[in-house]
């Protein structure tokens, strides 16, 4: 069985990925439609995206190839 990742595990992965392709943060905050200062906390694992934000959230999971790591599910049972 697979244990669910951290908020801090997904966060660096995920700016790891960014960081490999060379996008700002800027850059993704923009592709995925959210302010910089969100994607910031998405990034440094201040916060996580809220019920609302979740799909502009997968949009950067699916962007950085990142979903088979991060697929949705992951979400399901989250409040």
Do not use: N, Y
């Not at 201040?46 to 019920?51: D, K, L, S």
């Not at 502009?56 to 999971?61: G, I, T």
């Not at 190839?65 to 049972?77: A, F, N, R, V, Y």
């Amino acid at each position: 069985m697979h244990q669910r990742p951290t908020r801090t595990e997904i966060a660096v992965l995920i700016d790891q990925a960014r960081i490999d392709r060379h996008l700002s943060i800027r850059t993704v905050a923009r592709i995925a439609g959210v302010p910089p200062s969100t994607m910031q906390g998405w990034l440094s694992a201040r916060h996580f995206p809220t019920p609302a934000l979740r799909p502009r959230f997968q949009k950067l999971v699916d962007l950085l190839e990142l979903t088979d790591q991060l697929h949705p599910g992951l979400w399901l049972d989250e409040e």
